[in-house]
């Protein structure tokens, strides 16, 4: 091999490296976000699901966006009859703050109401059975346009009077956008009946 030879198969693999690496630090910090999304999801899943068992009553997560439609927040309810005065009321749990998702991740569910409409919102409930299962249970939700309203001055998530019931999911799509807003990974997150945990694949 002469050094001519040699100096081009240096240039191209500096060439190459310097495409590949960047492009492989953006692959792995996406990957990071993903998966560390995941893993805060699953955390309020299975706060929801130990308070569901620990005070005998339904519990799960509500997902909601706020007034904006920037921010998507994670909120743990119980079943409160009383406290709402509604049928299917339920209330976030007592000083748990509402938890948010990064700024690039939205979520969304096909939800149904109890008339048998359907629709996809990104307001939406997974609830779980005083037994600690994954249950379909219907749940008053508030509408985005109030969304602003469920953070009090101690930071605690509250209710309002208006909203709509809608019956709970078992799974939702979580979509990862670039700062563009352009959609980077979409991907339908199955919730795992026995463990409560996001599963990728439902079997």
């Known amino acids: 091999m002469t050094l001519t030879?040699?100096?081009?198969?240096?240039?191209?693999?500096?060439?190459?490296?310097s495409i590949s690496v960047?492009?492989?630090?953006?692959?792995m910090k996406g990957f990071e976000s993903s998966t560390g999304v995941r893993h805060l999801i699953n955390a309020a899943l299975s706060n929801a699901r130990a308070i569901a068992v620990r005070q005998q009553a339904y519990a799960g997560v509500r997902f909601q966006q706020d007034v904006d439609g920037d921010k998507t927040y994670m909120?743990?309810?119980?079943?409160?009859?009383?406290?709402?005065?509604?049928?299917?009321?339920?209330?976030?749990?007592?000083?748990?703050?509402?938890?948010?998702?990064?700024?690039?991740?939205?979520?969304?569910?096909?939800?149904?109401?109890?008339?048998?409409?359907?629709?996809?919102?990104?307001?939406?409930?997974?609830?779980?059975?005083?037994?600690?299962?994954?249950?379909?249970h219907e749940a008053q939700c508030l509408h985005s346009s109030t969304a602003d309203t469920i953070f009090n001055s101690t930071g605690d998530s509250m209710f309002t009077e208006d909203g709509d019931s809608w019956f709970s999911v078992q799974d939702f799509v979580l979509v990862k956008e670039d700062k563009y807003g352009t959609v980077v990974e979409s991907t339908t997150e199955y919730i795992s009946p026995y463990t409560g945990e996001l599963v990728m694949e439902y079997k």
């Open 22 to 27: 960047p492009t492989a630090q953006h692959l």
């Open 75 to 136: 909120i743990l309810i119980v079943y409160d009859k009383e406290a709402t005065g509604d049928a299917d009321g339920f209330r976030a749990v007592i000083g748990r703050k509402p938890m948010e998702l990064p700024e690039d991740i939205s979520v969304s569910a096909y939800v149904q109401k109890p008339d048998e409409t359907w629709s996809t919102e990104s307001f939406f409930s997974v609830l779980f059975s005083p037994s600690g299962k994954l249950t379909i």
């Open 5 to 17: 030879e040699l100096l081009v198969v240096v240039a191209v693999m500096s060439i190459l490296l």
